[in-house]
């Protein structure tokens, strides 16, 4: 156990023992402070922070007395310091967090300090997760070959991480090959309730924790409170600093009833999903209560809070209970920890007492008989639609991906309208009009049979509407047995009745942990969906990050050949485009039977109630209902094969990692050696020619506009991610620095080299820069040369001429995943300021932390409103206030256009706190810490 030297300040008198089974611990008593006992548990657990923190500079009484006196019908507008217990990462994010460390050893040297002082003061666990592609598939090798290539791309990352594991203090790495972050968070790295030493006593407190992937809130199903954030506030968290934040509000959501037969958690988390979002909880907390809590099982109450990003609260929790204690139990955890986690809860009022309802900001409430079978799609989590009307949904956005040919054949199919009165069907905005329309409408239907044969020899035909990727992945539902054990008992069905999968059907089975793979072995259904082509392929995200692999040749030359509008179906929570693979353009969410189901059928053009999957072997049609197990055979099978000794014997050495991990050669030393001539790991810019002193903050002058976007750009949009093309920027690098086509590998597995990344930001081939008419990718005008660009050379350009550069977006800019890079590309390329409608909470952060500004456009404005097209010059005034610690609550925007008129408007500074106000006078929040540190 860590020792640590805290404050003593306590003034409340909170400190007091709690004794648990003979053993006792300091803890610090929430009902000290009048007034906590009212809080939502979420507001509970922030207010034993700032207990346990305080100091009287950086956690005052003054901040627990607001929070105790929280008013929950009041904007936000009380800043607090949240420190959280621990962070967690995966590999994508977490190799440049090593990175950004392993450098800020070398500069804090640099500036007079001792590198030794560059070190986790939390603790700090990454999973490697993100690495795994699905290069083989549907064969029994399936596994070992994917792990094979993997360690060849990856082994420079592996062996820079394996020595981050040595060269620094309380920082573990889980190797490749065992499981999602997330799932391994709950079922092994999470704690329930902390204790460390602090001046010889043993003090408890709860767990907390952030993490450098935006479902890190999955944790919050076990009551844990945790959220998201960028890999530059993760790094400074890990070195002792707090986030920064708002007291938000909390959103209170009642849950009543039992989901009903053929519904399943996927459905309820997809119903949710659509509720909040329509609702508008960004940058809110979210607090299930109510009678039906205790009848959601912890693994759908992880399901549910993994999708807190895509209906963009910071933290969708439910409180501790005996479903939370049974599920750590289950999964291994000591029994006395599991006593101390049930005490600490009960001794502090944090025990879910379903008969006392907390005063909440906002109250919504689902009735789970009410929910019913649905997927979502075709671009967005947020968009739901029925299982019964998806036939008719995706006939009516096909046109949107792929017009009618002269020659095609054309059905006419009517679009039934959603009813008003239904609660969880779409309500229409003006952004989301293809889930449904207002009136019923004829909606032609294209078809573009084209002749495949496959390289077994087997002929067919592809169509637009067709699934070329069948896939099981994503934390969101792996770690749910309920969900996975029905796609198995869905598969054994339709083996016992001859169904197949489709041809042209790329299958894939990624578990979480080894743990689903054991369940399977033991309940006997291995055979049957390696029967239907989901073999093993990898413990990790696979297709739900965008590393899905290549189609087989001669399906991918068919679709671009044709261009043809295909459809994915995965299991995961990001359908966005561009994502999942270069060859689909059309994306559905679904839960893990339903992906099977689509298999069988093979196109979203498919009516799973009145069209048959197939004949058995007597020649009766076969549908879906047919094969669909029953929610009391999934439970029979939950409760014979799952046991707790699956979780003990896959966790209990879960850090030595395989014989490939064991027998990497690792560097040692304090400071890290680079290699000058890798590709993967490159000591970045951020703190070259930095000193103690801070550089004054300036106004911006004469700058261009690198990208004009519309609304929902997010961060996949942003950020590299996914293969990286021959003949782009990052690939021209590549290809320069002697790197063969085949071993390119992916955007996230070199996210340790700034070089690449630079150069694959805002280079996502669905992105539209609205500088361009009718492009899509990562191009832009170079207003030096008149001419189109790539953003990155239209960049490097301006940068060489030492013109400043803005960004001009619409709404809801910044949402998504991958948001460190988003945030560091965008900083790289030289821009000075981003300019939106409104932002996503992380995403915001993180371009101050980069010494990025964000502004928003006056209320009710956007470009086009105010008559701005891109082609301006702008001149931004009123920055310099930041540099006597006020932040301006707007700036003057000038836009100058090319006949000499202007256009004026005040923009809002989005700097929301002092922290941030700091973070972005010292060039970002790394030089914050170095800086501080360093004396």
Same mark, same amino acid.
């Given at each position: 156990?860590?020792?640590?030297?805290?404050?003593?300040?306590?003034?409340?008198?909170?400190?007091?023992?709690?004794?648990?089974?003979?053993?006792?611990?300091?803890?610090?008593?929430?009902?000290?402070?009048?007034?906590?006992?009212?809080?939502?548990?979420? %507001?509970?657990?922030?207010?034993?922070?700032?207990?346990?923190?305080?100091?009287?500079?950086?956690? =005052?009484?003054?901040?627990?007395?607001?929070?105790?006196?929280?008013?929950?019908?009041?904007?936000?507008?009380?800043?607090?310091?949240?420190?959280?217990?621990?962070?967690?990462?995966?590999?994508?994010?977490?190799?440049?967090?090593?990175?950004?460390?392993?450098?800020?050893?070398?500069?804090?040297?640099?500036?007079?300090?001792?590198?030794?002082?560059?070190?986790?003061?939390?603790?700090?666990?990454?999973?490697?997760?993100? +690495?795994?592609?699905?290069?083989?598939?549907?064969?029994?090798?399936? !596994?070992?070959?994917?792990?094979?290539?993997?360690?060849?791309?990856?082994?420079?990352?592996?062996?820079?991480?394996?020595?981050?594991?040595?060269?620094?203090?309380?920082?573990?790495?889980?190797?490749?090959?065992?499981?999602?972050?997330?799932?391994?968070?709950?079922?092994?790295?999470?704690?329930?309730?902390?204790?460390?030493?602090? &001046?010889?006593?043993?003090?408890?407190?709860?767990?907390?924790?952030?993490?450098?992937?935006?479902?890190?809130?999955?944790?919050?199903?076990?009551?844990?409170?945790?959220?998201?954030?960028?890999?530059?506030?993760?790094?400074?968290?890990? %070195?002792?600093?707090?986030?920064?934040?708002?007291?938000?509000?909390?959103?209170?959501?009642?849950?009543?009833?039992?989901?009903?037969?053929?519904?399943?958690?996927?459905?309820?988390?997809?119903?949710?999903?659509?509720?909040?979002?329509?609702?508008?909880?960004?940058?809110?907390?979210?607090?299930?209560?109510?009678?039906?809590?205790?009848?959601?099982?912890?693994?759908?109450?992880?399901?549910?809070?993994?999708?807190?990003?895509?209906?963009?609260?910071?933290?969708?929790?439910?409180?501790?209970?005996?479903?939370?204690?049974?599920?750590?139990?289950?999964?291994?955890?000591?029994?006395?920890?599991?006593?101390?986690?049930?005490?600490?809860?009960?001794?502090?009022?944090?025990?879910?007492?379903?008969?006392?309802?907390?005063?909440?900001?906002?109250?919504?409430?689902?009735?789970?008989?009410?929910?019913?079978?649905?997927?979502?799609?075709?671009?967005?989590?947020?968009?739901?639609?029925?299982?019964?009307?998806?036939?008719?949904?995706?006939?009516?956005?096909?046109?949107?991906?792929?017009?009618? &040919?002269?020659?095609?054949?054309?059905?006419?199919?009517?679009?039934?309208?959603?009813?008003? +009165?239904?609660?969880?069907?779409?309500?229409?905005?003006?952004?989301?009009?293809?889930?449904?329309?207002?009136?019923?409408?004829?909606?032609?239907?294209?078809?573009?049979?084209?002749?495949?044969?496959?390289?077994?020899?087997?002929?067919?035909?592809?169509?637009?509407?067709?699934?070329?990727?069948?896939?099981?992945?994503?934390?969101?539902?792996?770690?749910?047995?309920?969900?996975?054990?029905?796609?198995?008992?869905?598969?054994?069905?339709?083996?016992?009745?001859?169904?197949?999968?489709?041809?042209?059907?790329?299958?894939?089975?990624?578990?979480?942990?080894?743990?689903?793979?054991?369940?399977?072995?033991?309940?006997?259904?291995?055979?049957?969906?390696?029967?239907?082509?989901?073999?093993?392929?990898?413990? $990790?995200?696979?297709?739900?990050?965008?590393?899905?692999?290549?189609?087989?040749?001669?399906?991918?030359?068919?679709?671009?050949?044709?261009?043809?509008?295909?459809?994915?179906?995965?299991?995961?929570?990001?359908?966005?485009?561009?994502?999942?693979?270069?060859?689909?353009?059309?994306?559905?969410?679904?839960?893990?039977?339903?992906?099977?189901?689509?298999?069988?059928?093979?196109?979203?053009?498919?009516?799973?109630?009145?069209?048959?999957?197939?004949?058995?072997?007597?020649?009766?049609?076969?549908?879906?209902?047919?094969?669909?197990?029953?929610?009391?055979?999934?439970?029979?099978?939950?409760?014979?094969?799952?046991?707790?000794?699956?979780?003990?014997?896959?966790?209990?050495?879960?850090?030595?990692?395989?014989?490939?991990?064991? +027998?990497?050669?690792?560097?040692?030393?304090?400071?890290?050696?680079?290699?000058?001539?890798?590709?993967?790991?490159?000591?970045?810019?951020?703190?070259?020619?930095?000193?103690?002193?801070?550089?004054?903050?300036?106004?911006?002058?004469?700058?261009?506009?690198?990208?004009?976007?519309?609304?929902?750009?997010? =961060?996949?949009?942003?950020?590299?991610?996914?293969?990286?093309?021959? &003949?782009?920027?990052?690939?021209?690098?590549?290809? &320069?620095?002697?790197?063969?086509?085949?071993?390119?590998?992916?955007?996230?597995?070199?996210?340790?080299?700034?070089?690449?990344?630079?150069? $694959?930001? !805002?280079?996502?081939?669905?992105?539209?820069?609205?500088? %361009?008419?009718?492009?899509?990718?990562?191009?832009?005008?170079?207003?030096?040369?008149?001419?189109?660009?790539?953003?990155?050379?239209?960049?490097?350009?301006?940068?060489?001429?030492?013109?400043?550069?803005?960004?001009?977006?619409?709404?809801?800019?910044?949402?998504?995943?991958?948001?460190?890079?988003?945030?560091?590309?965008?900083?790289?390329?030289?821009?000075?300021?981003?300019?939106?409608?409104?932002?996503?909470?992380?995403?915001?952060?993180?371009?101050?932390?980069?010494?990025?500004?964000?502004?928003?456009?006056?209320?009710?404005?956007?470009?086009?409103?105010?008559?701005?097209?891109?082609?301006?010059?702008?001149?931004?005034? $009123?920055?310099?206030?930041?540099?006597?610690?006020?932040?301006?609550?707007?700036?003057?925007?000038?836009?100058?256009?090319?006949?000499?008129?202007?256009?004026?408007?005040?923009?809002?500074?989005?700097?929301?706190?002092?922290?941030?106000?700091?973070?972005?006078?010292?060039?970002?929040?790394?030089?914050?810490?170095?800086?501080?540190?360093?004396?």
């Amino acid at each position: 156990m860590r020792t640590a030297k805290e404050t003593q300040v306590d003034s409340f008198n909170s400190r007091a023992t709690l004794d648990v089974d003979g053993n006792s611990c300091e803890i610090l008593r929430l009902d000290a402070v009048e007034g906590i006992e009212k809080l939502p548990y979420s %507001l509970k657990i922030l207010a034993e922070n700032l207990l346990r923190t305080e100091d009287g500079a950086n956690v =005052t009484a003054d901040h627990i007395k607001a929070l105790a006196n929280w008013d929950p019908s009041a904007e936000p507008d009380t800043e607090i310091q949240f420190t959280p217990a621990r962070v967690v990462m995966q590999d994508f994010t977490g190799v440049p967090c090593v990175v950004d460390l392993a450098t800020m050893r070398e500069a804090v040297a640099d500036l007079g300090g001792s590198p030794d002082k560059i070190n986790p003061l939390a603790p700090a666990e990454l999973v490697i997760d993100h +690495s795994v592609v699905i290069d083989v598939f549907g064969r029994e090798d399936a !596994f070992e070959r994917n792990v094979e290539l993997e360690y060849g791309r990856n082994e420079e990352r592996y062996q820079f991480l394996r020595w981050g594991q040595g060269a620094f203090d309380d920082f573990k790495v889980v190797p490749p090959g065992t499981g999602i972050v997330h799932q391994v968070n709950i079922e092994y790295l999470a704690r329930g309730v902390m204790t460390r030493e602090v &001046d010889g006593t043993l003090r408890a407190y709860p767990d907390t924790c952030v993490g450098t992937d935006s479902h890190t809130t999955m944790v919050n199903g076990l009551g844990v409170l945790g959220w998201g954030v960028g890999g530059i506030e993760a790094e400074a968290a890990m %070195l002792g600093q707090p986030v920064s934040m708002l007291i938000p509000r909390v959103v209170g959501f009642k849950l009543t009833g039992e989901i009903p037969t053929g519904a399943t958690a996927t459905d309820v988390v997809l119903t949710i999903t659509q509720m909040l979002r329509e609702h508008g909880v960004v940058g809110k907390f979210v607090e299930f209560y109510g009678e039906g809590v205790s009848a959601v099982p912890l693994a759908n109450r992880a399901t549910i809070g993994n999708m807190s990003p895509e209906f963009g609260s910071t933290a969708a929790i439910f409180p501790i209970d005996d479903v939370t204690v049974d599920y750590f139990r289950l999964t291994g955890r000591s029994e006395e920890q599991v006593k101390l986690i049930e005490s600490y809860a009960k001794e502090q009022g944090l025990w879910h007492d379903p008969s006392r309802e907390a005063a909440y900001s906002e109250y919504l409430e689902l009735d789970l008989s009410s929910v019913v079978p649905s997927i979502a799609g075709p671009k967005r989590p947020q968009d739901r639609i029925q299982l019964s009307e998806a036939k008719e949904s995706f006939a009516a956005v096909l046109s949107n991906y792929a017009a009618a &040919d002269e020659g095609t054949d054309l059905d006419e199919a009517i679009e039934e309208t959603f009813p008003a +009165s239904d609660p969880i069907t779409p309500n229409v905005s003006e952004d989301s009009a293809e889930v449904a329309t207002e009136t019923p409408t004829a909606t032609k239907r294209a078809h573009k049979r084209v002749p495949l044969t496959m390289a077994d020899g087997t002929e067919t035909e592809l169509d637009h509407g067709a699934v070329v990727i069948s896939s099981i992945t994503s934390c969101t539902n792996t770690s749910n047995p309920s969900v996975m054990l029905a796609a198995a008992l869905l598969a054994r069905n339709a083996v016992e009745r001859g169904l197949k999968v489709k041809p042209w059907v790329k299958t894939s089975m990624a578990p979480g942990s080894k743990v689903v793979t054991h369940y399977y072995e033991k309940a006997g259904l291995w055979p049957a969906l390696e029967a239907l082509g989901y073999h093993l392929v990898g413990y $990790g995200c696979t297709t739900c990050i965008g590393n899905s692999g290549p189609l087989p040749e001669e399906v991918s030359q068919v679709i671009n050949d044709n261009d043809l509008a295909v459809v994915s179906v995965l299991s995961g929570n990001r359908n966005f485009e561009g994502r999942i693979n270069p060859d689909v353009k059309m994306n559905y969410l679904a839960s893990p039977p339903l992906v099977i189901a689509y298999g069988l059928a093979g196109t979203m053009d498919f009516d799973f109630e009145t069209e048959a999957l197939g004949k058995d072997k007597d020649g009766n049609d076969v549908y879906l209902r047919d094969i669909w197990p029953s929610p009391d055979e999934v439970r029979e099978v939950m409760d014979s094969s799952i046991t707790q000794e699956m979780f003990e014997d896959d966790y209990a050495d879960v850090f030595a990692g395989d014989e490939r991990w064991r +027998s990497l050669q690792t560097p040692e030393g304090d400071t890290f050696a680079w290699d000058a001539d890798s590709t993967y790991v490159r000591k970045p810019p951020y703190f070259e020619g930095m000193t103690m002193e801070l550089t004054p903050v300036e106004d911006i002058a004469g700058a261009r506009v690198l990208a004009k976007l519309g609304d929902s750009v997010t =961060t996949d949009h942003i950020s590299p991610a996914g293969a990286i093309k021959f &003949d782009s920027p990052a690939g021209k690098y590549l290809k &320069d620095n002697g790197v063969e086509r085949r071993d390119f590998n992916s955007y996230g597995s070199r996210r340790g080299n700034h070089e690449v990344m630079i150069r $694959g930001t !805002f280079a996502n081939i669905r992105l539209r820069n609205q500088l %361009l008419d009718g492009v899509e990718g990562g191009y832009t005008k170079n207003f030096l040369s008149g001419e189109q660009d790539t953003i990155f050379d239209a960049s490097q350009a301006y940068q060489e001429a030492d013109i400043p550069l803005v960004i001009l977006g619409g709404k809801e800019y910044g949402s998504g995943s991958s948001r460190d890079w988003a945030a560091k590309g965008t900083a790289l390329l030289g821009v000075k300021a981003v300019i939106t409608e409104s932002f996503e909470r992380i995403h915001r952060s993180n371009l101050i932390g980069m010494g990025v500004l964000p502004l928003q456009f006056p209320d009710g404005e956007n470009a086009d409103s105010l008559g701005l097209d891109g082609t301006e010059i702008f001149d931004i005034a $009123g920055i310099t206030e930041l540099n006597d610690r006020v932040t301006p609550k707007t700036v003057k925007v000038t836009a100058t256009k090319e006949d000499g008129s202007t256009v004026e408007f005040d923009a809002r500074v989005r700097i929301d706190t002092p922290g941030e106000r700091e973070y972005f006078r010292n060039g970002g929040i790394l030089q914050y810490v170095l800086r501080s540190l360093a004396k």
